[in-house]
């Protein structure tokens, strides 16, 4: 069966003292269904994506529980978890049960509360999507593994600084116009080279933020869309997913992402498109190399010149190809369980013609997440009417 995009709804991004991870996600999913008129008795299956719960708020055993918040207990309800990349494989696990006619309508969506838990807690438990014995027992967090990615890269193809700053530059830019973006304000590359560093090469700047936020999606059948009278012009067309070495120390070359560039050949294929279709997409840029290495899996551009995007503005929303209208993670704000729904509202919005910074005549929207440093990666695809 095809799959439509009925509705999206996602949270402002950004700092909630008084709010929990369930009001969050109840908010966003009652947003995506009342965007369709689906009404909650129809939602067969919920599946919910949440990485750090367990941790930040000693809670397991979500899916029911958003089921029960939300009011639709008897929907077969899962917790999904792949790190970053945790909300995509929501929307991938519903795509193909949808698809192979075993439900009609499923609520998919991601959460994270990661202020309240403190800066140093929320560290310690991103950690646990690296590899433990070798990498964080070694001291290292992410930033430490994507400076090493960088400092590799940079060597290797004679990037700078000022290129990784513009990737930035260039996601502040786009965060100005999307009402539910964290950061708003722009930045400068000087802006970018004042800020403390983190692990060199990788400035604070070079950086996304921790956040709060929820999103969801709803996916239906063509059919059911048609029996009650749906407005859902946007496609779910395909879904490809790949894993790679949880350990740098373990992969031939730290300047590539593999796990990426075989999901996008599996959706491209599922597709029947090839990148040079792709009218808009959003990439996982949880730093600024992470976007850098990202358009050049997805075949947006050669080994060694995804730099450039930025920096020549071949990546800008009047670029010829439009990477993280809505600001990205570097901006928008990286909510890990609900980043990859946040990236599918996005690209809804975009081929629907809705989009703060649209996209004139976009037709096929991608969205990429990667979990860890590239151990596991997940490429939607889309394509509007």
Same mark, same amino acid.
């Given at each position: 069966?095809?799959?439509?995009v ?28 009342e965007?369709?008129g689906?009404?909650t ?13 367990d ?7 979500v899916?029911?529980m ?14 999904t ?17 949808i698809? *192979? ?7 998919? /969506? /991601? ?31 992410f930033?430490?593994?994507?400076a090493?990615?960088a400092r590799?890269?940079m060597?290797? &193809?004679?990037?700078t ?9 260039k996601? #502040? ?17 000087e ?10 090469? %990788?400035?604070l @700047? ?21 029996? @009650?009278?749906l $407005?859902?012009?946007?496609? &779910? ?7 790679? *070495?949880?350990? %740098?120390?373990d992969?031939?070359?730290i300047?590539?992402?593999p ?5 996008? $050949? ?5 597709? /029947?498109?090839?990148?040079d ?9 949880c ?20 730099? #450039? ?5 071949e990546?800008?929303?009047?670029g ?7 600001g ?27 989009h ?29 009417e």
């Amino acid at each position: 069966m095809t799959v439509q995009v009925a509705g999206v709804a996602s949270t402002t991004f950004g700092k909630y003292p008084d709010g929990s991870t369930r009001e969050l996600f109840v908010e966003a999913a009652r947003k995506a269904l009342e965007d369709t008129g689906v009404p909650t008795a129809d939602v067969e299956e919920l599946y919910v994506a949440n990485f750090l719960g367990d941790v930040t708020d000693d809670q397991g055993h979500v899916g029911p529980m958003m089921a029960d918040y939300l009011g639709v207990r008897e929907a077969a309800a899962t917790r999904t978890e792949s790190a970053c990349a945790s909300a995509s494989t929501t929307a991938r696990i519903a795509h193909r049960s949808i698809e *192979s006619g075993a439900v009609d309508v499923a609520l998919v /969506g /991601g959460v994270e509360m990661m202020f309240s838990s403190g800066l140093g807690e929320v560290t310690d438990a991103l950690a646990n999507a690296a590899e433990n014995e070798y990498e964080n027992e070694a001291g290292l967090t992410f930033p430490g593994i994507y400076a090493l990615m960088a400092r590799a890269y940079m060597r290797e &193809f004679d990037v700078t600084k000022d290129d990784l700053a513009e990737v930035m530059v260039k996601n #502040r830019r786009n965060a100005v116009e999307n009402p539910i973006a964290q950061n708003r304000e722009e930045l400068t590359v000087e802006d970018v080279h004042d800020s403390p560093t983190v692990a060199s090469p %990788l400035k604070l @700047h070079d950086c996304c933020p921790i956040t709060d936020g929820a999103s969801a999606a709803v996916l239906v059948s063509a059919e059911y869309a048609e029996d @009650h009278g749906l $407005e859902a012009p946007v496609t &779910f067309v395909a879904s490809g997913q790949s894993s790679d *070495s949880i350990a %740098l120390q373990d992969r031939p070359e730290i300047t590539r992402t593999p796990a990426a560039e075989r999901a996008a $050949e599996a959706a491209y294929e599922q597709a /029947g498109i090839d990148p040079d279709d792709v009218d808009v997409a959003e990439v996982h840029d949880c730093f600024t190399i992470a976007e850098i290495l990202a358009v050049e899996s997805l075949g947006f551009f050669e080994r060694g010149e995804g730099a #450039r995007g930025a920096v020549e503005g071949e990546t800008a929303v009047d670029g010829r190809i439009p990477v993280n209208a809505s600001g990205g993670l570097l901006a928008k704000g990286h909510p890990v369980g609900a980043t990859g729904v946040a990236q599918l509202a996005e690209i809804t919005k975009q081929l629907e013609g809705r989009h703060p910074n649209q996209i004139d005549d976009a037709e096929v929207g991608l969205t990429h997440t990667v979990g860890g440093s590239g151990a596991s990666c997940v490429v939607n695809v889309f394509r509007g009417e």
